[in-house]
């Protein structure tokens, strides 16, 4: 069966400082991924997606960038946050053809 | 006009009770069409598709009206457990671009 996992599940960061978060798909292969953020009070907002390796579409300007160095593994990454990056992080994947989207636990972001 | 709407709520409902929540949205394009919960700080779980005739699954019936534009979630025999946060979504193109979230709303069902 399919399992998706997610790093590290809580972090606080002071504001300047880097992020790097992590997702792997486990069970399956070609998945399209998704980073999805969620912060206090607002919805589901999709940030990135990725269809293959290295290929990355992004959704909202940011100071966020993805990469997809290997089939099955998808990361989150800023050089500098910001206050307004705050909030909780959410992976996800599905199969190319398929719509229903399964979600990893999260990583639950404070920055300082 | 944004493209997913839900009532947040929050819904306080007896145990035993029958809810119901609507999520409209705005693209008529849209073609697929989801309810997820979500318990607090835990990430979405899918909890059922709703098809175009409508589908049940237990107590969860969930239905479409294409053409006012909005989805359904019925809850019957309500359970405490049932206490979460509903969200819908859809697929607005079929395409691997992810789905469009509502911001979810939040039922409470009380002893």
């Known amino acids: 069966s399919q399992t998706i996992h997610q790093w590290p599940a809580t972090l606080v960061q002071p504001v300047g400082s880097p992020l790097s978060l992590e997702c792997t798909v486990e069970?399956?292969?070609?998945?399209?991924l998704y980073w999805y953020r969620q912060a206090a009070g607002r919805g589901l907002q999709l940030l990135f997606y990725s269809v293959g390796i290295g290929q990355i579409s992004s959704e909202v300007p940011q100071n966020l960038s993805a990469s997809r160095p290997q089939d099955r593994q998808f990361i989150l990454s800023s050089k500098k946050l910001l206050l307004s990056d705050s909030g909780f992080y959410l992976c996800?994947?599905?199969?190319?053809?398929?719509?229903?989207?399964?979600f990893g636990a999260g990583s639950r972001l404070t920055v300082l | 006009r944004k493209e997913v709407e839900q009532d947040p709520g929050p819904f306080n409902v007896p145990e035993g009770a029958t809810v119901a929540f609507n999520c409209t949205y705005s693209?008529?394009?849209?073609?697929?069409f989801f309810w997820y919960r979500q318990d607090c700080r835990k990430e979405p779980k899918l909890l059922m598709s709703?098809?175009?005739s409508g589908n049940e699954d237990g107590r969860f019936t969930a239905q479409l009206n294409r053409a006012s534009q909005y989805i359904s979630l019925l809850i019957r025999d309500s359970k405490l457990s049932d206490s979460a946060t509903y969200l819908c979504a859809l697929s607005l193109r079929g395409g691997a671009d992810g789905l469009t979230f509502g911001k979810g709303t939040h039922l409470i069902i009380q002893p």
């Open positions: 709703v098809y175009s």
């Open positions: 693209n008529s394009a849209s073609q697929s």
């Open positions: 069970g399956t292969s070609n998945p399209n």
């Open positions: 996800a994947w599905r199969n190319s053809g398929a719509n229903v989207l399964t």
